[in-house]
Structure formats: C-alpha cells, structure tokens
DNA sequence: TAAATAGTGTCTATAAGACATTATCTC
DNA sequence: GAGATAATGTCTTATAGACACTATTTA
C-alpha cells in the first residue's frame, strides 16, 4: 500500500500541467500625521514600469518534492524584511486574502497572496528601505485609492487590495486589540482615540472612548505606563498593551 | 515606452522560475439532522487515496498570457458544480484563505485557494454527485475533525481547513445575513434559531431570540410567508428572506 | 487669567440576558 | 384534557450616544 504510493510519486510529474505563478504582497500600514499611510514601491522592471506597487515577489518554491521552499508566511515576513528592515517580531502580519484574476499580470497567470502588515508610528525610524530610498514611500490610503489621482494609479490590482486591507483593519479594530500595532509605546488616550478615527474615517465621542477604554485596563489588556505625555496643554496620563497582547 | 513594455513582455519567460501548482478547494457545508455538515470526497488517487478530502482541483491556467485561463471565483464555482451539481447562483460561495505550507502535499508545492459553499438544506434533494455516489459523502463537522477518527483522518491539511471555515461561518452568522443559505426556504423562527444554534454550538433563548428576529422583518431583510409549518404540536408562522438579501 | 485639552459625570435610549406567562395546535 | 411548543411579555442589567462639567497644564 505504501509502496504504490512511494511508487505514484516518483512517477508523477509536476510539469505536465500549465501552471500559475504565485506571488506574495505585502500590505504594510501605518498611522502617521493623521492619516492611514501605504508603503509603496516604485517597480523598475516592466511591467508598470515606474508605477507605485505593493512590495511584494515570487513565492520561493524548492526544485524537488523534498524540499518545496518557504511557508506563505515565511515569504510575507522576507519581503516586508527586505523593503523595510523590520523583523516581523516586530510586526504584526496577517493573511488577507488571494487576488488571483486573469489577466492582472500582462506577463502571464500570477495569483497573489495578500498580507497585510502593521508598523508602530514609533518604529518608523528604524525602516530602511532595502535598496534606494527614492523608490519607496509612505503614501496616505485615500490619495493611493483617489481616482482623481489617474496618472499615479497603482500598478496590478493593488488598489483593490489595498481596499480589501484597509476594510479588514477596521473591522478587525473593533473586535481585536491591533490597535496595538498602530499606536506607539507607549501611549496615550487621546492618542489611541486618534488612532481610531483615522483609521475609521469617524469621529468618536472623548468621554465614551474613555468609557470603553477603562474597560480594556479592567481586563487587563492594557495598564498604565510610568509618567506622562508632556504636550501644549494639560499632560495625558500613559498607558501601554501588556504583553502576550496582539 | 509602450512599445519597450511590449518587448518585454515577449522576452519574458515564465519558465525560468520554478513554479507551485495552485488548485482550488471547496469546503461545502450545510445543515442536516441537526448538525453541521460538510460535503467530502474520497480520493481517488494517490496521496492519501482512499481518504476523504474536501473536493477542489488544479486551477485551470491557459498556455499563453493572452488566454491566462479560469478566475479564481469561476474555478470554485466549477468544483461545486462538479462536484454537487449545484450552480453557484442558488449557493452562497466565499472565498476563504490561501493554505499553502511547505509539504502539505507531498507530491509537490500546491498552494490551495480556500472557498466555502453553504448549500440550504431544501435543496440538498437536488444535489447530484460528480462521478458515483459512493464516493461522496455529508459528514458532520464535529465527526470528521475528532481526533479520535484517526483512521479516517482528512487528506492534505484539510481539517485546518474545514476548521477555519467553521470559524468564519459562525463569526459571518452574527454580523450577515448568511443564515439565509443554511435555512429552508421558507423558514420558522424556530427552524432558524435551530440552525444558529448546531452551527454556533451554543444554546440560546427563544424569546431573546424572537425579539432578535424581529428587528430582521422590521428592517424589511425577512418577511412573513404565506401558510404555516404544521408540527405535532403548535404550528409555526413560516417566513423568507427578501430578494437581494445574502 | 485665558486657551487648550485631559479627565469625569450624568441622563437617556437601546440592546441583551433571564425567565415567567399565554396561545394554539395534536393526540 | 394533557402534552408540546409557538408566541408574547416583563424585569433587570449592560452598553452606547450625546453632552455638560471639572481639572491641570502652558503661554
């Protein structure tokens, strides 16, 4: 019985069916000067050559059935490595879904592996963009998604993804505490409120944010941080997520 | 410009990269005697011949990059038409992950594009299975992940997926009107409640229920029905979901 | 002291949980 | 009439929205 098996397979042979290629791209989000913000990639190779992309490759697949390459995840978290230095110890990744419609690579069938990640407004610093920095930039969401923007649109179908990311982190904002991922360490309410908003597009009430809030310190999902947040006005009391927290 | 990206793109060989196979798999689930369901198929060939696994196949890619072959959407809808011989436009299909780790198959790298499909109960007299019915069955969630089955263990890693499909079903449940393809058309209150709860696997209050219900027909997302559910007991008030309603 | 914003309190409307009561059918 | 279950009502508690008020800092 095992040995038809061992058999069927060294018979089988992979190449005899047309095959897609399969991508991976990377989503990467952040919250900074008020607005939702995409890293974007000036791609240099045809095809859209010099458009703004998602940075993102060819999932890397072993030659044998022995060794058949990296994990889905393995190669989100070596891309967003390679176009922004940052380890995904440091950041919150997730699966988003697969773009796979013909025809949205000129070049030949690509279906794609979405992701999406989230950077701390606080580890911005530290992204250095793999290659030359002139081919990378944090865009806001809303101009990359604007088509009034025509003659900057996004390469591939990178704008539907983008929208399909942004839809995701909203919903998941509510029901999960990522927000983790988007506010620095650590922070304040009113920071975290602000978080919220951009992040929405809605505006919330100061006193029943703060309502809901109390109730994450209840939990003890988040605690109060030593000293405070010096700003122009009365100093904000901060707090950050406890650990074991995503 | 235009013209450098047409030279390109005929220059361009797909070959050169080694390549995952991508298939599509469908993870079709339904409502029967009181338990979650979901549709399997006994695999024919080798690996894991003989063992159930959800149906799906290779995606159809063309030879060319001007015919690049089948979507996505369009791949899951032909496995479930193959497979039940049910049309995707009386079945609600949604596109649930990418599942691609290393080994999952040991033939070679594949890359599966998850669906799930919920097929209401009333048409399940309908469904005509691909190929003989013997090698087609509904077995209830619960069974077919227990790990005590291990002689009937799923092929590939399909119990994950069966489980995250679960998951996503019961999370949708709350937050959309999907009920409406788990339910026979037309319904009871009760029938409804009923189904919540063998999907949720959580008991919950009639009455609480009712009112719950109620917000729905105020809304216009259901409406009465002519006629009434005999039982052996009181007969039930019999309703349906308005059209443009999934 | 004025401006600004952090932080608190309150009133109301809505929704959720628990559970008791009534209505209508079959046998 | 008994048993069963559909259908309704009620009491309590928790949560959400709107908004007024107090506290603490800088300039």
Redesign the pocket.
């Known amino acids: 019985m095992k040995d038809h098996e061992k058999e069927f397979l060294a018979q089988y042979r992979p190449e005899d069916f047309p095959r897609p290629s399969v991508a991976v791209d990377v989503v990467v989000l952040t919250v900074q000067d008020g607005k939702l913000r995409v890293l974007l990639v000036a791609r240099k190779e045809h095809p859209f050559k010099g458009k703004w992309a998602l940075p993102g490759g060819f999932l890397r697949v072993g030659k044998s059935s022995r060794d058949q390459g990296e994990d889905l995840d393995a190669a989100a978290a070596r891309e967003l490595e390679e176009e922004t230095g940052l380890s995904p110890s440091q950041v919150f990744v997730e699966q988003l879904a697969a773009f796979g419609r013909a025809n949205r690579d000129p070049r030949m069938r690509v279906v794609t592996i979405a992701y999406f990640a989230l950077v701390r407004p606080d580890l911005l610093a530290l992204v250095r963009p793999g290659g030359d920095a002139s081919r990378v930039k944090w865009t806001a969401v809303d101009e990359a998604l604007d088509p009034k923007n025509d003659h900057e649109r996004l390469a591939f179908d990178h704008a539907d993804i983008v929208r399909a990311a942004r839809a995701r982190v909203i919903e998941r904002l509510e029901t999960s505490p990522i927000a983790k991922n988007l506010v620095p360490e650590p922070f304040?309410?009113?920071e975290l409120r602000a978080t919220f908003e951009t992040v929405s597009g809605k505006k919330l009430?100061?006193?029943?944010f703060?309502?809901?809030f109390a109730?994450l310190v209840e939990r003890g999902v988040v605690e109060r941080a030593p000293g405070k947040r010096?700003?122009?006005?009365?100093?904000?009391?901060v707090y950050r997520f406890r650990d074991a927290t995503r």
Chains 1, 2 share one sequence.
């Open positions: 304040t309410i009113p009430d100061r006193g029943n703060r309502r809901k109730q010096a700003t122009a006005s009365k100093p904000a009391a």
